[in-house]
């Protein structure tokens, strides 16, 4: 086999974001030498664009897998109809250039045989040309309209307790096909953090949000809770409400222990989204972990309970701008938590099971943070999106910062938040 790069790139006087309104729809029919064009999805929920090219009757098949509209960019992969090609990787990107204007870059690796891989490349090449010229003279000739998704009428809710030990209470929509969204709060948290979430996500598929042991309505187990103490309690979850599929949907503690489950039961998942964090304790040192568990048990051994620092960590966690309401919000659930819930969370996170193994989350993932967040940066976690990427064999990950929060996205940054949830749901269910 013989390996080939190619780089093409071009400049537009448009701004970036007309160009890359056009430029993100990976199933538009922008490229002037696209005929047809048909958005499916593989057994694993990947998005797929089927196309035919003027002049060719053959249909070519490209997955998605990576997106960004922070990044204004995206990358996808050749499926089927490249003749002699082993492996085509390819990337899209738009940025402000220089000199004003937008900068659009395409750039491809591929590997084929020896007698088609000149040829594949100067193709690539030519296409790449196309496709930087007509994004330019499109957003040239005027950015269209981006449309903003309206959100849908808020889904009823209820509340369900769990009967068993230990009970577990859920805020949950009607039954819906399809598979269930559920939503794992913070250590911090609770389950009303999820309710403007809910309200929307519940319109497209069964939603609903779990008070995690000892919060909230659910009692804790007669033991220190474990990472697979969570996991068990998300399958009982599950099979309470009969769906066979799960979305799981974590804001930090709650991102470590979907991903932890992710790990476990990968096949249970149709999507994993991931807020404000990721990898938890699971790549601290044993001296690190303990640090950070020692430093937050302080005032519990003094007798404080999470009400009486509650204050200190809103000033943490809250974003520069966040409001009077968003920091009431905050506080509340911080300080409704029971003292002996949040030490057996923290000893629960500070005693990783172990470092997770990217390869296994073979599902859709979607990575938020907030720009503002201390715990989980942008860089942090565009990082992580990084690392899942070249570890899985079938990546599908995008990867947002919601602008202008802190640590608590979902409910700092709600709006925003949901319109990136709401379209990671329609691919997932469409």
């Known amino acids: 086999m013989a390996r080939e790069q190619v780089r093409v790139i071009g400049f537009s006087t448009a701004e970036p974001a007309a160009v890359w309104a056009i430029a993100r729809d990976f199933c538009g029919l922008w490229h002037p030498l696209i005929a047809t064009m048909v958005a499916e999805r593989d057994a694993q929920g990947h998005l797929i664009r089927a196309f035919t090219a003027k002049g060719e009757g053959k249909t070519y098949r490209e997955r998605l897998t990576y997106f960004s509209d922070t990044d204004m960019t995206l990358a996808y992969t050749h499926v089927e109809g490249i003749e002699g090609a082993e492996h085509y990787d390819a990337r899209l990107s738009v940025s402000r250039a220089e000199k004003g204007g937008s900068a659009i870059l395409m750039s491809a690796s591929l590997s084929a045989r020896a ?4 040829d594949i490349a100067a193709g690539t090449e030519a296409i790449f040309n196309d496709a930087v ?8 000739a005027g950015a269209p309209h981006i449309p903003v998704d309206a959100l849908p009428e808020a889904a009823p809710i209820h509340t369900r307790m769990i009967d068993d030990l230990p009970l577990l209470a859920l805020d949950l929509t009607p039954e819906k096909d399809g598979p269930l969204c559920l939503f794992l709060h913070g250590i911090g948290g609770a389950r009303q953090n999820w309710q403007r979430q809910l309200a929307a996500i519940g319109q ?3 939603a609903a949000a779990l008070d995690l042991r000892g919060y909230g309505d659910s009692t804790l187990g007669p033991k220190q809770s474990t990472v697979d103490d969570y996991c068990a309690d998300i399958l009982r979850v599950a099979e309470v409400l009969g769906a066979d599929k799960l979305i799981l949907v974590g804001l930090s503690y709650g991102s470590w222990i979907a991903t932890s489950f992710a790990m476990r039961h990968p096949d249970r998942l149709a999507g994993l989204v991931l807020s404000g964090g ?11 972990r303990e640090a950070f568990r020692v430093s937050r048990e302080v005032p519990l051994n003094a007798g ?19 409001n009077a309401e968003v920091r009431a919000e905050l506080l509340a659930s911080m300080a409704a938590i029971p003292a002996s819930t949040y030490r057996d969370a923290l000893i629960c996170f500070t005693n990783p099971l172990e470092k997770f193994d ?4 073979t599902m859709p993932v979607l990575m938020m943070t907030g720009e503002f967040d201390r715990l989980a940066p942008p860089a942090e976690i565009r990082g992580v999106a990084e690392r899942i990427f070249d570890a899985s064999n ?33 691919r997932l269910t469409a």
């Open 133 to 140: 010229a007509a994004l330019a003279a499109a957003a040239e």
């Open 278 to 288: 990721c990898t938890g304790m699971s790549e601290a040192g044993a001296s690190e």
């Open 204 to 206: 497209q598929t069964r």
């Open 358 to 361: 990217f390869a296994r989350l």
């Open 115 to 118: 007698d088609r891989a000149r």
């Open 394 to 426: 079938t990546p599908d990950v995008q990867f947002e910062v919601i602008p202008g929060v802190g640590h608590v996205c979902n409910v700092e940054g709600a709006e925003a938040y949901t319109r990136h949830l709401q379209r990671f749901v329609a």
């Open 304 to 322: 404080q309970v999470p009400a009486d620092f509650a204050p200190a960590v809103v000033n943490v966690i809250a974003g520069p701008n966040a």
